[in-house]
């Protein structure tokens, strides 16, 4: 079992997280579980889908012992008070999902943007960046039976120890060293999750074109050239926005191409 400090940061709290949501959106929540430290809170959703509970729920922890990112990779979850958060959402069996970590990005920048964060840009298709430092990731995660089952994981830097810092490969940052006044992170994961549950019901009506025109002021990526990393080769190339799918449009050689899926691994060339 983790040993948490409460001298360092408020636990996470049921309560406070309920009280910053609308009843309306409390109540689609059958389920909101809070773990000093668990494998992953991707992980806790899919064991629970495992026992046939296939409706709405969220899970939060202290701490992650196998933390996943995009593309195979780790997510650092040291119990520092970070934000490591997944939402379980059923969609019916039909319900388009392209360009679903498009919708979520741009509604967690919304929700960090309205805490009084500020320079947020989005890096294709979901990192959450403040001048190129990462500072959250959403992993969607889904499994289709009768119905299209979605975990959306959300990391969020509140607090990065020099020990997590030094094994994250890419440039990272943290509210505490962006904000003055840190947000708390229960309210804030409170209106994060609320976020989320609009978000989703906004999509599964509309899919993504309310998303789509939002998309260019956050582009991390806009006319910039990029580096496209695959298996088998590297390409530099430069980023020209979003489609109407939520896929990235590039420039190759006098072309335009797009990438919609996020196997690729995207760097800046400069
Ligand atoms: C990425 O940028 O690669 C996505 C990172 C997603 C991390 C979160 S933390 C909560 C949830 N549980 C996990 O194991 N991963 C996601």
């Known amino acids: 079992m983790t040993v948490l400090d409460p001298t360092l940061f408020a636990p ?4 406070i997280i309920r009280d910053a949501m609308s009843a309306d ?15 992953s809170t991707n992980d806790q959703l899919w064991q629970r889908l495992e026992q046939g509970l296939n409706s709405p729920a969220v899970c939060l922890s ?5 933390g996943r990112g995009r593309r195979g990779d780790q997510w650092q979850s040291p119990p520092a008070g970070n934000l490591y958060l997944s939402l379980f959402w059923p969609f019916p069996a039909n319900t388009l999902q392209n360009g679903l970590s ?17 320079d947020l840009q989005l890096k294709w298709p979901n990192d959450i960046l403040v001048n190129r430092h990462k500072l959250a990731g959403i992993l969607v995660e889904s499994r289709y039976g009768n119905q299209q ?14 020990a997590t810092r030094d094994k994250i490969q890419q440039p990272t940052t943290s509210l ?3 904000c003055t006044d840190v947000p708390c992170r229960n309210q804030l994961a409170g209106h994060l999750i609320q976020n989320m549950i609009e978000t989703l019901t906004l999509f599964q009506a509309r899919g993504l074109q309310d998303f789509v025109p939002l ?19 590297t390409i530099t190339v430069k980023a020209q ?3 109407e799918n939520g896929a990235l449009r590039y420039e190759h050689q006098n072309q335009i191409h797009t990438l919609s899926h996020s196997h690729v691994s995207i760097r800046f060339a400069s």
Request: aromatic share 8%; charged share 15%; proline share 1%.
């Open 241 to 243: 926005g979003i489609d």
């Open 25 to 39: 959106c409390y109540q689609q929540l059958d389920d909101v579980l809070i773990f000093d430290s668990v494998t």
């Open 62 to 66: 202290e701490h992650q012992t196998a």
């Open 215 to 233: 998309w260019s002021q956050y582009d991390a990526l806009h006319d910039t050239a990029i580096q496209l990393f695959s298996d088998d080769a």
């Open 12 to 15: 996470l709290s049921k309560s």
């Open 102 to 118: 498009i919708a979520i990005g741009i509604g967690l920048i919304n929700t960090l943007k309205a805490h009084g964060i500020k």
């Open 176 to 178: 505490q060293q962006l």
């Open 149 to 162: 089952n979605i975990v959306i994981g959300v990391g969020l830097n509140f607090k990065l120890p020099t």
